[in-house]
């Protein structure tokens, strides 16, 4: 599930590159930003808190610290800041990363991928907690086995085992099945993600999660990047970029 980002900064340039850089990786998406302490209080009363804050420490009225003491976080923060000093006081008010000005996209993605490992670890540490609290008739997978598909008129049921790979088309969700079968999906990518067995399904780029019986190979196309072939065949190149290259090899050879 894609994670909902609040931005405190109150410089409009540093705004737009961190903005961007959030909303261009998979597992987050920008909901609301503020350029002061005040603004930043006003939103979080009207609205559910956030799954992840990257904060500027000067704001516009003062500094972020102000507004953590008056809305005590409960979820990470990120820290994007040109002043090195107060990197002790962030540990406490539920820092995970410290990240200097200038910003760089990928040191942006980094740390979001830090936050994704430990969601994901603590996902799984509730998800295998959970059924061991009441009696079961035996172990439940938390990975699901099939999915619900529009086929016409009706909802089917389809075995992930036969998914060659799940794409958007149009801001909407598209399985494709081995047998080249297209069908609509009621589920985002970024919640199947979090969903599907990461040992079967791999997340290529934002278009595509493939599963590993349909990758027939890959090549490289410079920049680090990896082209895969996939069967059946999409419309456009699978791409994989530098930073998920390897992850993508090691998924492979498991």
Not at 89 to 103: M, Q, R, T, V
Not at 193 to 215: G, K, M, N
Request: net charge negative; charged share 30%.
């Amino acid at each position: 599930m894609t994670a909902r980002v609040l931005i405190l900064e109150d410089e409009p340039l540093a705004l737009e590159r961190l903005s961007g850089y959030v909303d261009t990786h998979p597992d987050t998406s920008v909901v609301a930003s503020a350029g002061s302490v005040e603004a930043a209080a006003a939103w979080l009363r009207d609205h559910p808190a956030p799954d992840l804050v990257f904060a500027d420490i000067e704001l516009a009225d003062g500094q972020s610290f102000q507004l953590f003491e008056r809305w005590r976080p409960t979820c990470p923060v990120i820290f994007c800041t040109a002043f090195d000093q107060h990197v002790l006081e962030a540990l406490s008010w539920n820092g995970i990363d410290y990240i200097l000005k200038p910003i760089r996209e990928d040191r942006v993605h980094e740390a979001i991928d830090k936050y994704a490992g430990l969601r994901r670890h603590f996902t799984a540490d509730r998800a295998e907690d959970g059924p061991a609290r009441g009696p079961t008739l035996g172990a439940k997978s938390r990975w699901r086995r099939r999915l619900l598909v529009k086929r016409r008129h009706e909802f089917v049921a389809i075995p992930v085992d036969a998914i060659a790979y799940v794409t958007t088309e149009y801001k909407l969700s598209v399985v494709v099945l081995r047998t080249g079968e297209r069908h609509l999906l009621d589920r985002s990518l970024n919640e199947l993600e979090s969903e599907l067995d990461p040992s079967l399904f791999f997340r290529a780029s934002r278009q595509y999660l493939l599963h590993i019986d349909a990758v027939a190979g890959f090549e490289p196309t410079g920049k680090g990047r990896l082209e895969v072939n996939v069967e059946p065949r999409p419309g456009r190149p699978v791409l994989v970029s530098q930073r998920n290259a390897a992850g993508f090899r090691d998924w492979l050879e498991r």
